[in-house]
C-alpha cells in the first residue's frame, strides 16, 4: 500500500463535502471522543452504573472537587502508565495546577497533563505500578490558591524538545491535540510554528489515539488549525527506517527529540502522497519520542506520517501500525464529588447536522447531552437543562438542535433532597464540513419534531428565522407560518433586511396549505416586495404573484403590469446567475398564464424568450436526448420518494426547455410528484392541464389515473369517476385503463 492509497483510506473526509459546503468543522470536542473508542479500547469518561457503598476520606484540605478514577483494563505488558479523560466542567484552574492525583492510600502519584481545557475537560496519563483491574485512584482539582505540584510531569510545549524529564515519565500513549491557529504566514521553520502555538487563543480538544492519519478536525472547526502530536511509540526491531510526510500547509517531525521530517511552507499534500518528502534514520529496538505539529489553513485538510521498515519494498510507504503506538491502560472515573456529595457532570454529543440544500447559508445541528453520573441521584431528582439559546429542557438525557452557529454557555441545574448543584459546558456549534463517523448528516423532519417545543418568544431573531426556514424545509408549512408571523412581529423594525425573506418563506408556505392559502400567499409576496430585498428575491416574488393573479385567481390582465416591474427591477439590479433565473422564472410564469388560459401561441412566445435568455444553441438530436433522459430521472427519485430532488428535474427540464411545455408532458410529472407527496390539490390542476393539452399522449392514461386518485383523496367523487370513464373511454388496454374499469366496478356495486 502506498501512501496515496492509505490516505485515501484514513482521509477521505475532506474532498467532496469541501464543495458541499464551504468552511470549518465542529468544536465542543464531545463527538471526537467517539472516535477513541476505536482507537484506544475505551479511554472514556462514564459513569459506573453501580454506585459506591461510602464516601471514601477527603485527602486534601482546600480542594472543593474530584473524580474518583478505577482501572477500567489492564493491558499486556510493562506498561506502568493509565489513561484517563476527566470533566472538569470549569472547576480547575486554567493551567492545571490545582491537579492532583492520589492512589488509593491517598498518597501522591506522579503524573502529566495530555491535554487541559479547564471549563471542559483534562486528559491525564498517571502511574499505575502494579496495576489491577479496579485499581482506584483520586483526582483532586479546584483549588484557586493551588501551587504547581511536584508530582506533575511538566510536557515540553516546544516543538522537538523531545520527552519530559523526570524521575518517572509515562511512556505509554500518544495524544492528539488541535488549536485555533492565529493569523500568519506559513510556517517555514519549527521556531516559526511554535509562535503560532504559543499564540494561539483557543484550544479545540484532545485525545488518545494510535495514529497520525487525519483528514479533518474532529474537535472544532477544520480551517485554521494546528495539529500537535506527541507520544511514544515502540519501535519493533533495529534497523533502517525510512518516515514521509504528507500534510495540507505546514508538517513538523521529530523523534527523541531530533529532527525526523518536515514539510514546511503553503503546499498541499499532493506532492507527498506517495512518500517523496522523507527521511531516512537508524533505529534501534524499544520506545522512542515522538512528535508531529501540522497547521491547516483552508480547503483540504490532511496530516499523515508514515513509514517504510525494515524489509519493506523501496519506495514502499505506508501507515504506520497502531501496535506501534503504545497505550496506557484505560481509567473510568466512576463519581464526581465534593465533600457535601455527588457532583453533575456531562458532556454534549454532537450527533449530527443538516445543511440546506436550496440556499448556500444555514446549518441545523443536533446535540445530545446525558448527565454522566445519573445514578448518584436520588429518584426525585430534577434534571434541568439551560442551552444557553433561550430553550430548556429536562431529564437526565435530552436532544437539543441548535438553529444557527455561535457560542451558547450550556447550564445544568440538578434538584435533589432540597438542594441545587450545576455543571456548565461552554459549547461552540461551528459550520460542520464534514460528514464523518463522528458527525452525520440528519434529517429536517427529526430536527422540526424536536424544534416544535420551542417557545418562539424566546429565540433569539437569527436563531427565530432559521427556525421558519426549517419549519419550510420540513414541509410543516402551518408551523413556517405561524413563526414567521412571530419573526415579522418581534423583529420586523430591528431587521428590514431579513423581513421580506421571511414574508417570501410564508407565502411559499402558505401556496402549500392549499385553496385557502392563495390569498395570504398573494399578500406576503406583496410584502416580501421592499427596497431592501434583494433583486433575485424581489423578482421571484414577482414571478410568483403572475402565476398567482394570473392563475389562481384568474387575472391575467394584471400580468403585463407586474412584467414591467420584473424588467425594471432587473434593469436596475447587477446582473448575476441568480438575478437572470429569477427573470426567465417570471418570463415562464407569464407563458403559464397564457397556457391556462388558452393562448397557446401567445405561450410559446413566452417560452421561447425563456430559452433565448439562455444563450445556448442545443441541437435537435442532443436536446432531444436530453427530453428523454428527464423521465427517468424523475422516476428513478420517485421510487426512492425524493420528492424534492423530482421536482428540481422538473424545475430544470422547464428553464432549459420552456417551449416543451406546451406539449403537457411537464405538467403531467409534476402533478404526479405533487400527488405522491399528497398534495392533491395542485396535484390535480396540473394533472388535469396535463391531459388537456396531450391528448393521445404516451402518459394520458397515468395521468388521468393519477388525476382521478387526486380528485377522490379531494372528496370530489364525482368528478372522480367521470375522469375514470374517460380513462376507460380511451380503448386503450394497460394496467391504469385496467385499474379504472375495476375501480368503476367496485363503485357500481355499492
Same mark, same amino acid.
Given at each position: ?620 438530436? %442532443?436536446?432531444? &436526448?436530453?427530453?428523454? !433522459? *428527464?423521465?427517468?430521472?424523475? $422516476?428513478?427519485? #420517485? @421510487? +426512492? ?49 396535463? %391531459?388537456?393539452? &396531450?391528448?393521445?399522449? !404516451? *402518459?394520458?392514461?397515468?395521468? $388521468?389515473?393519477? #388525476? @382521478? +386518485? ?41
Amino acid at each position: 500500500m502506498n501512501v496515496a492509497s492509505t490516505l485515501q483510506m484514513r482521509s477521505a473526509t475532506q474532498t467532496g463535502v469541501c464543495a458541499l459546503h464551504h468552511s470549518a468543522l465542529r468544536h465542543g470536542v464531545t463527538a471526537g471522543w467517539a472516535g477513541l473508542c476505536s482507537v484506544t479500547a475505551a479511554i472514556l469518561i462514564v459513569s459506573c452504573s453501580v454506585p459506591l457503598h461510602a464516601q471514601s476520606a477527603w485527602h486534601l484540605e482546600g480542594w472543593s472537587h474530584r473524580a474518583i478514577v478505577e482501572l477500567h483494563e489492564v493491558l499486556e505488558g510493562s506498561i506502568d502508565t493509565a489513561g484517563v479523560k476527566v470533566l472538569c466542567n470549569g472547576q480547575s484552574q486554567s493551567d492545571g495546577r490545582d491537579i492532583r492525583v492520589l492512589d488509593a492510600t491517598g498518597q501522591p502519584v506522579p503524573f502529566q497533563l495530555g491535554f487541559h481545557h479547564p471549563k471542559r475537560y483534562t486528559l491525564i496519563s498517571f502511574r499505575a505500578a502494579q496495576a489491577a483491574t479496579g485499581q482506584r485512584y483520586f483526582v483532586y482539582f479546584g483549588n484557586a490558591n493551588a501551587k504547581p505540584d511536584a508530582t506533575q510531569v511538566r510536557t515540553p510545549t516546544a516543538p522537538g524538545a523531545g520527552p519530559p524529564q523526570a524521575d518517572w515519565i509515562p511512556r505509554a500513549g500518544m495524544t492528539f491535540s488541535t488549536w485555533k491557529r492565529p493569523p500568519g504566514d506559513n510556517p517555514k521553520t519549527e521556531k516559526e510554528f511554535a509562535q503560532l502555538l504559543a499564540t494561539s487563543p483557543q484550544a479545540y480538544g484532545g485525545r488518545y489515539q494510535q495514529k497520525i492519519s487525519d483528514g479533518h478536525n474532529p474537535f472544532g472547526p477544520s480551517d485554521y488549525y494546528l495539529s500537535v502530536y506527541r507520544g511514544w511509540v515502540l519501535i519493533p526491531e533495529s534497523g533502517t527506517y525510512k518516515f514521509c510526510t504528507a500534510s495540507n500547509e505546514a508538517s513538523f517531525s521529530f523523534l527523541d527529540g531530533k529532527k525526523l521530517v518536515h514539510w514546511p511552507g503553503r503546499h498541499t499534500s499532493e506532492r507527498g502522497a506517495r512518500g517523496e518528502k522523507n527521511e531516512t534514520v537508524e533505529l534501534t529496538a524499544g520506545l522512542h519520542y515522538l512528535e508531529y505539529y501540522h497547521e491547516e489553513v483552508m480547503l483540504k485538510q490532511v496530516a499523515f506520517l508514515g513509514w517504510s521498515p525494515p524489509g519493506a519494498p523501496a519506495g514502499h510507504f505506508s501507515a504506520i501500525p497502531e501496535s506501534v503506538y503504545t497505550k496506557p491502560h484505560p481509567a473510568t472515573v466512576v463519581v464526581y464529588e465534593t465533600r457535601e456529595g455527588k457532583q453533575p457532570r456531562f458532556e454534549p454529543d454532537l450527533v449530527d447536522s443538516i445543511w440546506p440544500s436550496d440556499r448556500h447559508e444555514g446549518q441545523y445541528t443536533r446535540v445530545a447531552f446525558r448527565l454522566s453520573n445519573a445514578s448518584a441521584f436520588s429518584p426525585a431528582a430534577r434534571f434541568q437543562w439551560q442551552f444557553g439559546d433561550g430553550q430548556s429542557a429536562t431529564g437526565a438525557e435530552v436532544e437539543h438542535v441548535y438553529l444557527r452557529l455561535g457560542d451558547f454557555a450550556v447550564t445544568l441545574v440538578v434538584s435533589d433532597n432540597g438542594t441545587e448543584q450545576r455543571a456548565s459546558w461552554p459549547l461552540e456549534i461551528y459550520e460542520i464540513q464534514h460528514v464523518t463517523g463522528d458527525i452525520k448528516q440528519g434529517r429536517p423532519p427529526e430536527y422540526a419534531r424536536i424544534a416544535s417545543q420551542y417557545d418562539p418568544a424566546t429565540l433569539d431573531s437569527a436563531s427565530l428565522k432559521e427556525l421558519v426556514h426549517l419549519y419550510a424545509e420540513s414541509d410543516r408549512a402551518p408551523d413556517a407560518i405561524r413563526v414567521g408571523q412571530v419573526f415579522v412581529d418581534r423583529f420586523a423594525a430591528a431587521h428590514p433586511e431579513w423581513t421580506p425573506h421571511v414574508q417570501r418563506l410564508m407565502a411559499l408556505a402558505s401556496l402549500k396549505t392549499g385553496a385557502a392559502g392563495v390569498d395570504q400567499a398573494i399578500a406576503s409576496f406583496q410584502d416580501s416586495i421592499t427596497d431592501t430585498t434583494p433583486a433575485a428575491e424581489k423578482v421571484d416574488s414577482f414571478a410568483q404573484l403572475i402565476a398567482l393573479l394570473g392563475i389562481e385567481k384568474q387575472q391575467p390582465q394584471q400580468v403585463p403590469a407586474l412584467l414591467k416591474q420584473v424588467e425594471q427591477t432587473t434593469r436596475n439590479s447587477r446582473t448575476t446567475a441568480e438575478v437572470k433565473a429569477a427573470y426567465r422564472r417570471a418570463i415562464n410564469a407569464a407563458g403559464d398564464v397564457a397556457l391556462w388560459n388558452n393562448q397557446p401561441q401567445q405561450a410559446r412566445n413566452y417560452y421561447r424568450r425563456v430559452e433565448a435568455m439562455r444563450g445556448q444553441f442545443i441541437p435537435s438530436q %442532443v436536446r432531444a &436526448a436530453r427530453v428523454g !433522459a *428527464f423521465p427517468q430521472s424523475i $422516476r428513478s427519485y #420517485l @421510487a +426512492e420518494a425524493n420528492y424534492g430532488a423530482a421536482l428540481q428535474i422538473v424545475d430544470e427540464w422547464e428553464d432549459k426547455f420552456a417551449t416543451e411545455k406546451v406539449k403537457g408532458q411537464t405538467f403531467f410529472w409534476r402533478g404526479a410528484i405533487l400527488s405522491a407527496r399528497q398534495q392533491y390539490r395542485d396535484a390535480s390542476r396540473y394533472l388535469e392541464r396535463s %391531459v388537456t393539452l &396531450a391528448l393521445g399522449a !404516451a *402518459f394520458e392514461t397515468e395521468a $388521468r389515473w393519477r #388525476l @382521478a +386518485e387526486s380528485l377522490q383523496h379531494l372528496g370530489r367523487e364525482k368528478e372522480s369517476r367521470v375522469e375514470l370513464a374517460r380513462l376507460v373511454a380511451t380503448g386503450l388496454n394497460d394496467s391504469f385503463t385496467e385499474q379504472a374499469r375495476q375501480r368503476l366496478k367496485e363503485i357500481s356495486r355499492k
